[in-house]
């Protein structure tokens, strides 16, 4: 059943697709999934229709960032607040269909918001997913826009005020890093991790291979994109990381799912490293992107049992 899937990422909504998978295949589950925090139209996973996002409202007309960013985190109704509710359902959604496609003792790579990764984890946990740790992936640089009070104050002509509030701001610090839930599926109640290694082959870090530096790799992960690592997706996410990732918790030619591909870094990362993916987009454009990827570089295949250090900054 599987084999119509694996090795190709399928143009399809993954939700429809995942219950045709085989029960107890799949060895990682490794996805940037939408963070449901409006980046794009794929990320709007709500039916608020009285939202503002995306620039329907006639106050965000030609403030492009504004736009971009939709509806203050305050929100603008009562029904706003509900979103994250909505975020929640949708993800449990698509983790009932996972549950039991993994296999027992695998692990699961979930990336997210940090403003909404506590509904990713109330979700998989509801789903009876075991949460591991929550790994820190440091990105290279932030982009940050932080208001000065000041300026708002001194455009209402509240110079006084302006003159009080020199030096503060609107906003957060520097977003330097997103989370990475890290889940497993738990072994069998009465067996042991080394029972279940024996059995199904995943629970254990192959720390040897994932050295950073020379030492244990730590749970902060501080990955960047290679020299001259095309960027075509907005979310996309550094091959380096991936691989590393999927080399700390698979051996070779056991199956990585991916059910939110975008550009196909997952599908890379997977072939790169000898591994199978099994991928779903439901966009036509990203799945054409990724096809693109996938086929324009055989060149980064690396040699089997490769002990390459990957980018780190
Ligand atoms: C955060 S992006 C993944 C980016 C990817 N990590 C990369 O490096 O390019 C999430 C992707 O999930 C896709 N998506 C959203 N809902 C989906 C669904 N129900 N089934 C399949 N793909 C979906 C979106 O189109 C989007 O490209």
């Not at 990682?28 to 925090?37: A, R």
């Not at 949460?131 to 208001?147: G, P, S, T």
């Amino acid at each position: 059943m599987n084999r119509k899937y694996t090795d190709k990422i399928t143009c399809d909504d993954c939700v429809s697709c995942l219950p045709f998978l085989e029960d107890e295949t799949i060895d990682l589950f490794l996805s940037d999934i939408p963070y449901g925090i409006s980046l794009d139209e794929w990320d709007v996973l709500h039916n608020n229709t009285n939202s503002a996002l995306l620039g329907k409202s006639p106050a965000q007309a030609g403030k492009s960032a504004f736009k971009r960013r939709g509806k203050p985190i305050n929100g603008w109704s009562r029904a706003d607040r509900n979103i994250g509710q909505e975020y929640q359902d949708w993800v449990r959604g698509w983790a009932k269909a996972v549950y039991p496609k993994m296999k027992t003792g695998a692990s699961l790579f979930v990336f997210g918001a940090r403003r909404t990764l506590h509904r990713v984890v109330n979700a998989l946990e509801d789903e009876s997913f075991l949460l591991k740790d929550v790994l820190a992936w440091k990105k290279e640089c932030a982009h940050h826009r932080a208001q000065r009070v000041s300026i708002v104050f001194e455009r209402r002509g509240l110079a006084e005020e302006a003159e009080q509030w020199q030096g503060w701001r609107l906003g957060n610090l520097a977003p330097i890093w997103e989370p990475v839930a890290w889940f497993t599926k738990p072994y069998k109640i009465g067996g042991t991790i080394a029972d279940n290694i024996l059995q199904y082959q995943v629970g254990a870090m192959n720390v040897e291979d994932c050295l950073c530096n020379g030492s244990s790799p730590t749970n902060l992960l501080e990955f960047g994109f290679r020299k001259g690592e095309k960027r075509f997706h907005e979310a996309q996410k550094p091959l380096d990381l991936f691989e590393f990732l999927i080399k700390l918790t698979t051996r070779e030619d056991q199956i990585v799912l991916d059910p939110f591909m975008g550009s196909g870094t997952t599908a890379l990362a997977a072939r790169n490293l000898n591994r199978r993916f099994i991928g779903f987009e439901i966009s036509r454009e990203f799945c054409q992107v990724a096809e693109t990827r996938l086929n324009n570089v055989p060149k980064d295949h690396k040699p089997k049992n490769s002990r390459k250090q990957p980018t780190l900054f």
